[in-house]
């Protein structure tokens, strides 16, 4: 099984970085994927871990480290808009193969 | 291109009944997942088609059942609704289901009173 940890609320002024984190423990390990969730909205794709190490894109970036179990995605120069649900979520590398996910960290961005 | 539709968008029916969603996926992606988001529990797995075929299944009750057609598009069914089935149901499209980005439909939101 697997089970994955992350924080359930956050807050961050507009302008600043916030690093949000994800922790995970996993019988088989195929890549860990952040997603963003506007309030009544669906989830859409931000990015995609494999290996260790850092992706950027863009204003987001996202790491890995599978020794650890942690993954973390960073927002730089926030915007209002920004205000959303983060969801990590891990695919597991057995036969299931499906996308287990945390439970969400909602995302305040204030003025 | 087209993305992730699902329908109806919000429904409403009576402990007992059964409802059958539907998902039509981004055209040449093959798979096609179901998740129950509820805020209690989150995002749920429920069940993964490729290729009309069930690949992989979550842990739920036998009353979750779905299909998927020759193109793709995707039905999933709910029998003997009980009021905890109140959530919404979302559906993913991918091109193979493994290690590719996973694109959301809007959700279908059931109530169940």
């Known amino acids: 099984g697997q089970n994955i940890d992350q924080p359930t609320e956050m807050t961050a002024t507009e302008g600043a970085i916030v690093q949000i984190n994800c922790t995970y423990q996993?019988?088989?390990?195929?890549?860990l994927f952040w997603y963003q969730q506007h309030a009544g909205e669906a989830p859409t794709f931000l990015s995609y871990?494999?290996?260790?190490g850092l992706e950027e894109k863009g204003r987001f970036s996202s790491f890995l480290s599978r020794s650890k179990g942690y993954s973390y995605l960073l927002l730089k120069e926030l915007q209002m808009k920004d205000s959303a649900s983060y969801l990590c979520?891990?695919?597991?590398?057995?036969?299931?193969?499906?996308?287990?996910f945390g439970s969400g960290t909602q995302l305040t961005v204030l003025p | 291109k087209a993305g992730v539709t699902q329908t109806p968008r919000y429904l409403i029916k009576t402990r007992g009944q059964q409802v059958t969603l539907s998902c039509s996926p981004i055209?040449?992606?093959?798979?096609v997942s179901w998740y129950q988001q509820t805020p209690g529990q989150g995002l749920q797995f429920l069940f993964e088609y490729f290729s009309e075929t069930q690949r992989n299944k979550g842990n739920f009750p036998g009353r979750f059942s779905g299909r998927q057609f020759s193109n793709s598009r995707s039905e999933m069914n709910v029998s003997t609704l009980e009021l905890g089935d109140s959530a919404l149901y979302l559906c993913?499209?991918?091109?193979?289901?493994?290690?590719?980005?996973?694109?959301f439909g809007q959700g279908t939101r059931l109530t169940v009173v």
């Open positions: 055209s040449g992606h093959r798979s």
């Open positions: 871990n494999v290996l260790d």
């Open positions: 996993t019988s088989g390990f195929n890549g």
């Open positions: 979520a891990v695919r597991d590398s057995g036969s299931a193969r499906q996308l287990t």
């Open positions: 993913a499209s991918s091109v193979t289901g493994m290690n590719t980005e996973a694109f």
